[in-house]
């Protein structure tokens, strides 16, 4: 039993002893409960997914998931989204501040000024198939880079980190967009100093050789956004896979490299893409009676992608947002009644007053809609999750950063153990 004692301390009692647990205040949020010396006491806490589990002190990211709460430094993701811009928010994740205007103009040089690449990692490419997944060559190409950058990196040099920092952010949009022209069978398209952040991935990812091309500028804004929406979550599972990574030392491009990793699958990053795969199995709005039923079907693995979140028991406020944008990029391109977004929104009706989805907070998350818009650029399904990862470097990056500039030690859980008892080896024969 556990209860509170002192306003700083809780109290543990157990077998017989009381142990005082330090109680910690953060800024914003509940406090936690310091169990770090129970290991001494010969105890584990047991917490499997780290449903209940503050794995680190952080400053820049704080959720408040009952209510809908995301800040970034402070500031909430609604008004960022609305007056920022990617690369402003890139700065006060790295920073911890907004920068003034020649703090701002000098950051968008630095970052514009590293968005080439290594001309010898192009080779890596050619080892890929042309139908790899664009995920599968994201987390080689971003390792590689550490094969051009271990031997000028002092993890413990904060200007090694920094230079780091902006390399990254800069570099993923032009390996994301070579990813998605190997697959195509197209040359890839250098970046150019000229255009925007998102105007640039947009114009590396669609214009050829052959003629000019111009990016629509309500397309890039809502690009821009969507690398806003998807800069930073906290400890979610790719930024812990990143410090956990960090916390060995290992090159940072390694450890980006792993965050991508992690980011692939269905439950995470991965979910922008399944649920666009999920809307073609619907296919038609009069199966989705039949699919909700199957979501809520114990014995059934299917899931409404795109829904529930670990720590939003409300709407996540990234998704309000891109709902928003995904209505503006549709009427822009004039497909404002696209099919796929009519099933969604029908969709999203249906499970937001079904008692399943209510009694379980189930809501949409930033994947929803993400998708749609992707889909409507003209980005191909299996390059939703890398446009996922390109956006939340900057978090990454942040997170590994914050660690390894203040004291830290190497991640290592323990385990509740459930195998055999020690027992002595019986030799083949006598098996
Ligand atoms: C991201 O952590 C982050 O911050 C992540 C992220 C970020 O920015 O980094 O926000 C990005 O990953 C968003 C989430 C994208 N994933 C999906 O959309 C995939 C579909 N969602 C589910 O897989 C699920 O909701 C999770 C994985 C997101 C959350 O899982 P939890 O918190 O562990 O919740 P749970 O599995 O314990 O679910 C609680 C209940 C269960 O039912 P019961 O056992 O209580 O009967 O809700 C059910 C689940 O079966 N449930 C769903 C559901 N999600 C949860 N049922 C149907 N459809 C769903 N989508």
Redesign the pocket.
């Known amino acids: 039993m556990a209860d509170k004692g002192s306003n700083n301390a809780a109290q543990l009692s157990i077998g017989g002893n009381t142990i005082d647990l330090p109680i910690l205040d953060g800024n914003v949020g509940p406090q936690v409960i310091d169990v770090g010396h129970l290991t001494s006491q010969g105890y584990f806490t047991y917490d499997p997914?780290f449903?209940s589990t503050a794995s680190c002190e952080s400053a820049i990211t704080y959720?408040d998931g009952d209510n809908g709460i995301l800040l970034h430094r402070g500031y909430p993701i609604a008004q960022l989204a609305e007056h920022s811009d990617y690369l402003e928010l890139c700065y006060l994740l790295l920073n911890g501040e907004l920068p003034n205007a020649d703090q701002k103009a000098a950051f968008e040089h630095t970052i514009s000024h590293h968005t080439m690449v290594h001309e010898q990692l192009v080779h890596f490419f050619q080892g890929f198939r042309r139908d790899a997944h664009p995920m599968a060559i994201m987390c080689g190409v971003t390792g590689a880079l550490s094969a051009f950058y271990h031997d000028s990196l002092d993890i413990n040099d904060a200007s090694h980190r920094t230079n780091t920092a902006h390399r990254l952010i800069a570099k993923m949009p032009t390996l994301a967009a070579m990813s998605y022209k190997y697959a195509q069978g197209e040359p890839f398209v250098y970046p150019r100093n000229d255009l925007g952040y998102a105007e640039n991935f947009l114009h590396m990812m669609f214009a050829t050789p052959c003629e000019n091309y111009k990016v629509n500028p309500i397309i890039a804004r809502a690009m821009d956004r969507i690398f806003l929406l998807?800069a930073d979550?906290?400890q979610?599972?790719?930024?812990s896979t990143v410090r956990m990574a960090g916390s060995t030392g290992a090159n940072p491009f390694a450890c980006i490299a792993a965050g991508i990793a992690a980011l692939w699958g269905?439950?995470?990053?991965g979910?922008n893409e399944?649920?666009l795969n999920m809307l073609a199995e619907i296919g038609d709005e009069k199966n989705i009676d039949k699919y909700v039923k199957k979501?809520?079907d114990?014995d059934d693995p299917f899931?409404?992608?795109?829904?529930?979140?670990?720590?939003y028991k409300n709407y996540?406020p990234r998704a309000k947002v891109m709902q928003q944008t995904c209505h503006e990029v549709l009427n822009e391109l004039g497909v404002e009644d696209d099919p796929v977004l009519r099933m969604a929104q029908r969709l999203e009706t249906i499970a937001l007053e079904d008692d399943?989805?209510v009694e379980?907070k189930?809501y949409p998350?930033?994947?929803?809609y993400s998708g749609i818009i992707l889909k409507a650029i003209g980005i191909p399904t299996e390059m939703f999750t890398v446009i996922f990862a390109t956006g939340?470097t900057p978090g990454w990056i942040a997170h590994w950063n914050e660690m390894i500039g203040a004291p830290y030690k190497i991640g290592r859980p323990r385990q509740l153990y459930k195998g055999p008892a020690a027992r002595d080896y019986v030799p083949v024969a006598d098996r």
């Open positions: 997914g449903v959720i998807h979550h906290e979610n599972a790719s930024t269905p439950a995470h990053g979910a399944a649920v979501a809520k114990k899931r409404i992608m795109g829904f529930g979140h670990r720590v996540d399943y989805f379980r189930l998350n930033v994947d929803f939340r």
